[in-house]
């Protein structure tokens, strides 16, 4: 009775799944790296009976083992042996085709168990490039004031996917990003993200910069940038500024009021979180053609607008206003609405900065 309880026993710890310790649990490699070691171990280096290993990028299994040679070119065994429960490989050079699964099958009285080691062969990506939208008028190189700039980063050829970012000059960019896109082809990865904002007058001679971070770069990371310069119409070079030598006739440049109607409910200069706040921007004295364009922050207004309004006085001088009617949120503290107004031969600005509060009971 007491042998065949032990028998029992002995089935019993023979079915029972053993985990198959493995170094290292993954790994991330380069494509070209040397001597690069695989192996499988059985706890308390339990004798195993044998030990098959399917290598990606090899055609089909193989035995591992220290008496028989492998059956690949550039691969040999590693371990201490079937009797000390130990197996493996020794790549002596990664490949492209070695990403995948290394898995091991070994054998301990006659019950199989398996190990796998995950294997990430990095592929050095092209360096990335920045493309402009084919609706943007960029052919000499230049840009127009609150031009809408449609930029797309692409980082191609590369495993895993690099990491995008962006920056102007050295300020990275959070808001106007488009969603990350990555599309695999074979074992590799094209992956794009863009960016839209609306040229402003400060940008001018800035750096656009896109970052992929990929562990195969020499520093981590590759860049590319794209100079932002300000398109500069003809009327530009006519007109005189306060810097004009001493007896040239001084150009004033008519500068846009910003004022919030009396409509608007507000509580001293603080606008009301939830109410609709009616701000004009006015330009008196100017010109008939004065055009407007508004901004919060970089983000280009398009939504409340009105038409424009041009009135003329007694003495012939014209002004030009424009309405935005806008519903305040609490996000919107802090911010700074823009209005620049420009004609065919100047171009100026305001700003308002938001204070935003509650209803107080």
Same mark, same amino acid.
């Given at each position: 009775?007491?042998? =065949? ?39 308390? @280096?339990?004798?195993? #009976? ?58 301990? @009285? ?26 943007? #008028? ?38 106007? =990003? ?32 896109? @970052? ?117 949120? =609490? ?10 107004? @420009? ?19």
């Amino acid at each position: 009775m007491i042998k =065949l309880m032990l028998n029992i026993l002995q089935l019993i710890v023979a079915c029972v799944a053993v985990e198959v310790i493995t170094e290292p649990k993954s790994l991330i490699v380069s494509v070209g790296q040397q001597n690069v070691n695989l192996s499988c171990k059985t706890p308390e @280096r339990q004798p195993i #009976d044998f030990c098959i290993v399917n290598v990606p990028g090899v055609k089909a299994p193989f035995a591992s083992s220290e008496r028989l040679p492998a059956p690949v070119e550039g691969i040999t065994f590693f371990g201490d042996g079937w009797k000390k429960g130990s197996c493996g490989v020794t790549l002596a050079s990664v490949k492209p085709e070695n990403d995948g699964s290394f898995e091991c099958t070994i054998s301990i @009285r006659g019950q199989r168990h398996k190990g796998l080691i995950d294997i990430v062969v990095q592929v050095s990506p092209e360096p990335p490039v920045i493309e402009i939208s084919r609706a943007i #008028d960029h052919s000499d190189g230049t840009f127009n004031y609150g031009q809408p700039l449609i930029a797309r980063c692409i980082s191609r050829n590369d495993w895993p996917g690099a990491k995008l970012s962006w920056y102007l000059n050295d300020t990275q960019i959070t808001d106007g =990003l488009g969603a990350v896109f990555s599309e695999k082809v074979g074992r590799q990865v094209i992956v794009q993200q863009f960016f839209r904002k609306s040229i402003a007058i400060e940008d001018n001679r800035k750096r656009l910069v896109c @970052r992929a971070e990929h562990g195969s770069y020499p520093r981590g990371y590759s860049e590319v940038s794209l100079s932002i310069k300000l398109r500069k119409s003809a009327s530009d070079k006519n007109v005189v500024n306060d810097k004009t030598a001493v007896g040239a006739t001084v150009m004033q440049f008519p500068k846009p009021q910003l004022i919030p109607s009396s409509d608007t409910e507000m509580i001293k200069d603080a606008f009301i979180a939830g109410t609709d706040a009616v701000l004009n921007c006015i330009v008196r004295n100017g010109t008939g053609d004065v055009k407007f364009i508004w901004f919060l922050d970089d983000h280009l207004i398009y939504e409340g607008l009105s038409a424009l309004f041009v009135s003329q006085d007694d003495k012939g001088n014209v002004s030009v206003a424009q309405i935005l009617k806008r519903k305040m949120e =609490l996000e919107d503290n802090g911010k700074s609405l823009v209005c620049k107004a @420009r004609s065919s031969r100047w171009t100026n600005e305001t700003r308002l900065k938001f204070t935003i509060t509650q209803w107080s009971k």
